[in-house]
């Protein structure tokens, strides 16, 4: 989808991109407007530079919106931080808000880590450190408290790896080879209620040595036609698409 973006751009014909955060992280695609919904600092900055990245333009544009009723994702921390966003957008003015200007930036850090006082926050995790218990560290960390879950879906163009990654943890269970392999056609979601759908596709992969009654983190779509070739997993009768 990304090469077919690009072709477009090059060849300047009309192309409307709707697309998650991944766009973000690093992907090399160069538009001469971009909108970004009010989010943290920092992303708006990473959004910014999907926009005259290559400085073809005298300027890009970048326009951030607040969306009505669109909600934020479940993490305190995220909301936090766009809502400090939000109120430097109010006090300086759209005609100031620069997202590259070193002191917006350090006002929305300063901000951000006065209102949520690092050090009083994940005690347990900073005591675990100071003892150097790792396994309680590992226990403790967690960059998102809300659970996922990870899901090895049909894709078609590696149907034979799919098949393979199933065969393998039906006989053998979970491994971090088996992981390796499975990376390519893993998507992650947040743990579904225990009333969705979506568990009556999943199958549950354990490590040989976990007992069954265990919660797992890792499953096998077994509904094949529930996967699109543009838009990922799509299981019936849900609200979200899952991100690819």
């Known amino acids: 989808m990304l090469e077919v973006v690009r072709q477009k751009l090059e060849k300047k014909q009309p192309v409307n991109l709707i697309a998650t955060q991944c766009v973000e992280a690093g992907v090399d695609i160069d538009f001469p407007a971009v909108w970004r919904s009010i989010a943290p600092l920092d992303a708006i900055i990473q959004a910014a530079g999907r926009c005259n990245r290559e400085g073809k333009l005298e300027k890009g544009e970048l326009t951030v919106f607040i969306p009505e009723d669109t909600p934020y994702p479940p993490m305190a921390g995220y909301l936090q931080a766009t809502k400090i966003t939000e109120h430097l957008l109010r006090a300086v003015g759209t005609d100031n808000f620069d997202p590259h200007q070193s002191e917006l930036i350090q006002r929305y850090y300063r901000e951000l880590y006065d209102l949520g006082r690092p050090s009083d926050q994940a005690k347990e995790l900073l005591c675990a450190i100071r003892e150097v218990d790792f396994p309680e560290v590992a226990q403790q960390y967690r960059l998102i408290k809300q659970d996922s879950i ?68 890792w499953f096998i779509y077994l509904r094949k036609e529930d996967y699109h070739p543009n838009l990922g997993l799509v299981p019936p009768q849900q609200l979200h698409l899952w991100m690819v």
Request: glycine share 2%; no cysteine.
């Open 150 to 217: 990870n899901i090895i879906v049909p894709y078609a163009e590696r149907s034979a790896l799919y098949e393979e990654l199933s065969a393998e943890a039906s006989e053998q269970g979970l491994s971090q080879k088996w992981i390796r392999k499975a990376r390519p056609l893993t998507v992650s979601l947040y743990r579904p209620k225990a009333e969705e759908p979506i568990w009556d596709a999943l199958q549950p992969i354990n490590y040989l040595r976990t007992p069954q009654n265990k919660m797992t983190d």
